[in-house]
């Protein structure tokens, strides 16, 4: 064993919570290498992740491509502007959403350069005595040894037994990214972060999107005066969301998909040309531990940790989708960074309470901390204010009026405890409650800063000091 060629970190996933995770281990003077698997469409070892491959930026890219198509359709007229016989060339939407992930990809690869972290291409699977195998698209396994190893596999979708992914007709977030023409009708099977977004991506440039959701409440994650909103706006859009929607079976029939549901009085069918099955991931550890390595799972399929993301294992570490808390790609990373400073000693720690949460939809949908029902369960005093975006002079000169900015402060002391928001740029503004939050901020704190004027901000601060009942640009 003593041939093997040893690292002082090798970490197992290439996203978001592995490729900092490394990179941050490197810039701490450790000699460090990342095993990663993903391959991209041009058939190369892609760094990134889902996130950056098959996620989060190129969803967020084909968002905006179809929100200027559907603003120049629809909204543009109400500025002046008008065109005809708009067009939208699918083609050229993705190869953009392609050349962007490779610009990022490849960004990744500059950044272990400069940083010398080795990047191994492959297949790695933690060993005993942190021992990593790394099997490589040719088949060829080489082991490598390590002081320290960070587990960050990731997460894939959830298949349901009844609707396997064929990549054609019944795709996952992947498939829905790359579709080569816009689907006449388009089904999706759960109504979270990804089906909403990637319903809505469709639905903007044509197709008639219906959503399909299991769980009586929509968006049962958020604030419920905020899912309420945001459902309003979504079926102004055209999105048909369903719920209480039980699906049971899936059929492809002459390139139609034929869906079988319950509403729970009766049985429906609908047939669709696509059906983008969303319920949700799982952690991707299929082939990731040898039976030996002593790393423990939860019954939830988790790596288990401690809240240092230790495994247990002397020298075991594992970050984001595959351990417990929110799988966001922000959580990994922060994640990734304190394991690597804790590694090299130094103080490293990650606030679950304040990772805020974002959906890329129009209106966008964010929050961080507690919601209110959340706070009734615990049985916790609290004060809310409330402000609409239709009354701040930023939001009706973008003519993007929708929505609202929840402020949740504790009854007695003001900290706040929950700020929710549905709105234009709502995943730029929560930055500030996360702020506020991690400082232990009062309500009063931030109806006290000085928010520029003209700005959408400013429903943050008229929401703050609407918990006073003292919003000055609406009646308290």
Request: hydrophobic share 45%; charged share 20%.
């Amino acid at each position: 064993m003593s041939d093997m060629r040893h690292f002082d970190v090798i970490v197992i996933g290439g996203g978001p919570g592995g490729y900092v995770a490394a990179i941050r281990a490197a810039q701490l003077g450790m000699s460090t290498a990342c095993v990663d698997a993903f391959i991209g469409k041009d058939g190369k070892p892609a760094l990134g992740g889902t996130c950056l491959n098959i996620g989060c930026i190129p969803s967020k890219a084909m968002l905006d491509s179809s929100r200027q198509f559907h603003n120049l359709q629809h909204s543009f007229k109400d500025h002046g502007i008008s065109a005809s016989n708009a067009r939208i060339d699918v083609g050229v939407m993705v190869g953009r959403k392609d050349k962007i992930v490779k610009q990022f990809t490849g960004g990744i690869s500059s950044l272990f350069k400069a940083n010398k972290v080795t990047h191994l291409p492959g297949f790695g699977t933690l060993q005993a005595n942190r021992v990593v195998t790394v099997k490589d698209h040719d088949g060829n396994e080489t082991a490598y040894s390590a002081t320290n190893v960070i587990l960050a596999a990731g997460s894939v979708p959830i298949e349901l037994p009844f609707a396997k992914f064929d990549g054609e007709h019944v795709v996952d977030n992947a498939g829905a990214l790359d579709f080569d023409k816009v689907p006449k009708r388009l089904g999706v099977i759960g109504a979270g972060v990804i089906g909403l977004e990637l319903g809505s991506v469709w639905r903007r440039l044509g197709s008639e999107v219906t959503v399909l959701e299991a769980l009586p409440d929509f968006l049962a994650a958020a604030d419920a005066d905020i899912a309420k909103v945001a459902a309003r706006e979504f079926k102004k859009q055209g999105l048909d969301i369903r719920l209480g929607a039980k699906v049971s079976a899936v059929a492809v029939k002459r390139n139609v998909v034929h869906v079988t549901y319950s509403d729970g009085k009766e049985e429906h069918t609908a047939q669709f040309d696509k059906l983008l099955v969303a319920v949700g991931r799982r952690p991707a550890i299929k082939g990731l531990l040898a039976d030996d390595c002593g790393v423990q799972l939860t019954e939830r399929g988790q790596i288990a940790v401690d809240e240092h993301g230790h495994t247990g294992v002397d020298g075991v570490w594992a970050v984001g989708d595959c351990v417990r808390g929110p799988m966001l790609a922000h959580k990994a990373s922060e994640e990734g960074i304190a394991v690597a400073e804790l590694i090299a000693g130094l103080p490293g720690h990650v606030n679950l309470d304040t990772v805020p949460w974002v959906i890329y939809t129009e209106p966008e949908i964010a929050w961080v901390g507690k919601t209110e029902a959340q706070l009734k369960d615990e049985g916790v005093e609290y004060r809310v204010g409330t402000f609409p975006f239709a009354a701040i002079g930023r939001a009706v000169a973008m003519n993007e009026t929708a929505g609202m900015v929840k402020v949740i402060a504790d009854a007695e002391t003001d900290r706040v405890l929950g700020v929710h928001m549905c709105g234009p740029n709502v995943s730029e503004l929560i930055a500030e409650a996360v702020v506020t939050m991690e400082f232990h901020g009062a309500a009063e704190d931030l109806a006290r800063i000085v928010h520029a004027h003209p700005t959408l901000s400013e429903a943050v601060h008229e929401a703050a000091l609407a918990v006073d009942k003292r919003a000055i640009h609406k009646a308290n």
